[in-house]
């Protein structure tokens, strides 16, 4: 049940970990060579992550993905492909996480909603996204 992968015109457009998914150690769920990486760890209590950090390595981002975090009610994610029609249809309830990849995606809030939206920065402005109709 972990994760659910979406797919348009042969590209991982979204993933989607549900609240209740479950791993027995660490695993990530999107490729390698993804500008936004997103995995699910499960550790006991008193694990430790080990102090560390991250180093300085330049990399090139030409496409924002963005994850968002249903904290708050449910709503319905639209994924569409290139020819402007949608491909998948994906109700979030609170706790459901989705990793948006490729392709064009809607949010419809079906109930009020709290949603945390996590995506690379720095913010490009008007230049960041287009409209697809």
Known sequence: MVPE???TQDKLSAIVIRR???VEDIEFF????????IGLM?????YRVAPH????IPREITQTQEVLIVRKGV???????DSKIVEHEITLNEGDVILLAHGGHEVEMLTDCELLEI????YAGSSDKSPLF
Do not use: E, M
């Open 42 to 46: 499960a550790r006991p209590s008193g």
């Open 119 to 122: 995506k690379q920065g720095p």
């Open 20 to 22: 209740h998914a479950k």
């Open 75 to 81: 709503c319905t994610v639209r994924l569409y492909g």
């Open 53 to 56: 950090v991250h180093n300085l």
């Open 30 to 37: 999107s490729p390698a060579d993804f500008s936004q990486q």
């Open 5 to 7: 992968l979406y797919r």
